[in-house]
């Protein structure tokens, strides 16, 4: 007869007691979801939690990223002049996002930033919702769709003067590329009158791709590009506005892989290279985006 | 909606599986790729079950409505399941009282003063006073009892009646009140395909002359399974013996149907897929199971006597009886069949701590031979979930232990018959007639609680079939070396023991499949 603490043991390992649930492979189809119901998170707004996040962002965080890779942050004069509440839209590819997109923010528009979470994968155990909550200030989101509480908590947010970091294509990336912008950033922008500023961030797929919990080491270079904000037109529709943002976001890419002024010129004439990647196999894709993205130095003013 | 029955293959992300095993359950891990056969969830239950009463009784099947059939001055008898159905006990009000005040109130309004109800029990034990209580509800209870709210006793001699014959030969003698009623109300519960249909009143009400013809080990073998009536020779001889009787007698048939929610609140873990269990799930299964694990033997059996299932009823149908059973088995596979892929080499089965035979009684190593070897093993349409010449392998405790006064003719049986032989045809032709007619046995079945003497060869025989195809291979993990090895079986001292002998029978690799039961699952193997 096992005893008690056998038994206990057993059961924390079986039901991952901590760590995300158990659901078999052959199960997932025939499961239904776990009962709605979101994530307790207005305790890290508080001035308690403010502070904390502070701290931790401004000591730990950012130390941390910037130690691992090598960021370079670019367009943060487009906030100038701009009154919050923003949404800030980026694409998706790693890890590291959320922490680049937060600790590139100058301090005033970062301690006013939520970021909007995947409620399966960040709140799915109490403590990795608590610290996605603290460290990044998020609130969970429903990826499904369907989540009412979760899109009420971000309304109220934004109508408390808040502003949001949200993903559009709603995972991250499986090949380095920018998938479909998923059209809630949209919606909520234009229930809201909220300004959405693009934000592009290359290199974090080579730096840290899906699968590594770690930055590959060498302090690959990573790209932070604010963009110019787009804010909705009147009477405009929410798959209108999240092409747009699209356009916006190739156009802002095709920038920082370039020049500002061959991205206009692109745009202009309408050969914006597609932010979703060659149509090629795969691995290919794949090839291409794990290229660490090239290196800007200064030019010289003195030759060697 | 409620979702359809499941088949899980195993993997690294599988919890471990809940297993029963008698008054008690474990958690069990599978190998990788084992198959785990899951019940549909549990229907929905008819929410006015009164109206749906009401319904069935005004809207018959193939019969004139029951008020049409009532009228002064006629003799009405009603019978009904005994308790070996449902299992566990539902929580009052039980479905058969509910039923029968139905009818009552109709024979009250048409002035019927000829009212007798009989319990439907066959050879087994009576039912005691509180028991029948329980089932007819109070109002029925104090109207009736003692007078006209009876046992059938299938060895009075004046209270049994020979009706005929059938084309094959096979005696029909049923209940004398019942035969010479004007209308005969059958009330039954269909937990399993095997009950009701033609089975409610020729064996209900009949007698060893009548069962005889079909509980043999021939027709045993002959039906694949007696859980699937079209392909069972148990249930053709039945419906030869029912039709007869519906040329005799005016039957009015009522068969209600359940679901699948079996155990209470408590135990709620028991009705869920593991996966899905909460982290309250997950703390009650521990408590639950430290609690019994801790308890005196006395207590635990206590507190599994106690449990009472919150089934709620799918389906109420009544009128002519092949009419009504054609609906009620359909209600009956919308609950519990599970679609199954392909046979398999080893089938592991959890077998509860209750069995239609031993309600507030003692599971005995014969009625767990019964319960893994005929009712799991025959859960099947088509084909049986374990191939020919494979093993099975059953979690039970299986203690030698016998209730004196239920079961005194199973003691004798497991002591006497079982130790020179463990053949079922060997048994039935050299002991059978002894058992059967022995005073004594007869005497108790009448008189006291006794299960009649016959019985223990019936529920041997309910194996027959397994144990042919299976040539044997049956192991018993955790069981008593002693009692399982009187049945000739083998016992295994854990679940990866089991499997290692298993796997001198059938290879190194074999196909492994669980049928995680109850609640209860139906398997039609393609």
Known sequence: MASLLDDVREVARGWRWGRRGVLPRSAELSSDPPPAKEFPTAWARTPAGRGAREAIQRFVLRPLVWSQTRPSVEGLDHLAGIRPPVMFVSNHASHLDAPLVLCSLPKPWRRRTATAAAADYFFDVWWRGASTALVFNAIPIERAGGGRRSTNTAQALTARGWNLLVFPEGTRSRDGWVGR???????????????????????????????????????????????????????????????????AHARLWDEDRTTWWDSVRRE??????????????????????????ARKEPSRVWPK | MSRPGFVLEVDERTPPLLVHEGEGFRLQRFPMGARVVYPPDSLPAVRDLNAAIRHALLNPHGSEPLPEL???????????????????????????????????????????????????????????????????????????????????????????????????????????????????????????????????????????????H???????????????????????????????????????????????????????????????????????????????????????REVFRRIVSPYGVTGVNAGETEAVHERTLANVHRQQLVEVDGQSDILVLGLPYICPYNVNSVMNPILVQCLGLGYFFNMYLGQPLVRRGGVMILHHPTPWEFHQVHHPSYVDFFDEVLAETTDPTAIEAKFEQQYAQDPWYIHLYRNSYAYHGVHPFYMWYWGAHAMEYLD???????????????????????????????????????????????PLALTEVR
């Open chain 1, 181 to 247: 912008f998923r059209h809630g950033a949209a919606r909520l922008c234009i229930e809201h009158g909220l300004p959405a500023i693009p934000v592009a961030i290359r290199g974090a797929y080579a730096a840290m791709p899906r699968g590594r919990s770690w930055p590959r080491p060498g302090r690959l270079p990573v790209s932070v590009r604010f963009g110019p904000p787009l804010a909705p037109r009147e009477g405009e529709d929410f798959g209108s506005f999240s092409r747009r943002l699209q356009v």
């Open chain 1, 268 to 293: 202009a004439e309408t050969s914006t290279p597609p932010i979703s990647g060659p149509e090629a196999a795969r691995w290919r894709r794949v090839w291409e985006a794990s290229r660490p993205i």
């Open chain 2, 70 to 212: 009532l009228r002064p001055g006629m003799r009405l008898t009603i019978a009904f399941d005994d308790i070996s159905l449902p299992l566990p006990p539902m929580q009052t009000p039980d479905i058969r009282g509910r039923i029968i005040e139905h009818v009552l109130e109709l024979a009250a309004r048409a002035g019927v003063d000829d009212v007798r109800l009989i319990v439907a029990n066959s050879l087994h034990r009576r039912m005691t006073p509180s028991e029948i209580k329980r089932a007819v509800g109070e109002r029925v209870f104090r109207s009736f009892w003692p007078d006209a709210l009876v046992n059938h006793d299938a060895e009075d001699p004046d209270g049994m009646t020979h009706i005929g014959a059938t084309e094959r030969g096979e005696d029909v003698e049923i209940n004398r009140r019942a035969a010479e009623s004007d209308l005969l109300v059958y009330v039954n519960i269909n937990l399993v395909p095997m009950d009701g249909g033609h089975k409610s009143v020729p064996i209900g009400l009949g007698s060893y002359r009548s069962l005889r």
């Open chain 2, 214 to 300: 079909h509980h043999n080990v021939h027709t045993m073998l002959e039906s694949r399974s007696f859980m699937d009536p079209p392909r069972s020779a148990l249930h053709g001889s039945a419906a030869r013996m029912g039709r007869l009787l519906a040329d005799h007698l005016r039957i009015f048939t009522i068969e209600t149907t359940l679901n699948n929610d079996t155990f209470p609140k408590a135990f709620g873990f028991l009705n869920k897929r593991e996966w899905e269990w909460s982290l309250a799930d997950q703390a009650n299964m521990l408590a639950a199971k430290k609690a019994n694990e801790k308890a005196p033997a006395r207590i635990r």
């Open chain 2, 472 to 518: 044997n291979n049956v192991l018993f993990v955790g069981g008593d070396r002693r009692a399982v090895r009187r049945m000739g079986f083998r016992a295994a001292s854990s679940f990866a023991d089991a499997l290692e002998m298993a796997r001198d029978v059938v290879g190194s690799s074999p196909r492994i499949t669980y049928l995680h039961s109850p």
